[in-house]
């Protein structure tokens, strides 16, 4: 696990996001349920030592939902108190789904695909939600 200098813990994750398999050019952004928090959230982790958070934030999304990625525009990084207590930062980048397929695991048991207004509302935190409104945001800038 990767710490800053004053023991913040590092993280990176993304924003996921696939055009509709019907065809219309909806939106949807992909959310992950963690059982051992029993939220849904983006997909996450902890950066491994040395680890550039873009790097990290592409391994985690593999790992958590089963999908590659191609990276897009950075979104802003959170900042919050972890569940022990401790200071975390979680970069963040927009990202397009690729190839890929679930696989429940000990991690991440269920994954959605939902319309970013369903996947605002079904977000368990807030500062996640936040994340939602950058993604479209950033994807009409290009």
């Known amino acids: ?24 050019q909806a939106l949807e952004i992909c959310l ?16 491994k030592r040395d680890e550039e958070p873009l790097t990290g934030a592409l391994r985690e999304v593999l790992e958590e939902t089963g999908f ?11 900042h919050y108190t972890d569940a022990q207590g401790r200071p975390k930062r979680v970069e963040y980048w927009a990202a397009e789904a690729g190839e890929g397929r679930f696989t429940a ?3 991440v048991d269920r994954l959605l695909w939902l319309p970013p207004a369903a996947a ?3 977000l ?5 939600r936040q994340l939602v409104l950058a993604l479209l945001d950033a994807l009409h800038r290009t």
């Not at 849904?40 to 902890?46: A, E, R």
Request: proline share 11%; glycine share 8%; hydrophobic share 30%.
């Open 1 to 24: 696990m990767s710490t800053a200098p004053d023991g913040t813990v590092l993280a990176a994750g993304c924003v996921l996001w696939r055009r509709a398999p019907w065809g219309d």
């Open 32 to 47: 992950v349920h963690r059982p051992k928090y029993d939220d849904w959230s983006h997909p996450k982790g902890k950066l």
């Open 68 to 78: 590659t990625c191609v990276p897009g525009a950075a979104l802003p990084t959170v």
């Open 105 to 107: 695991n000990e991690e």
């Open 120 to 122: 605002h509302h079904r």
């Open 124 to 128: 368990t935190q807030p500062r996640d």
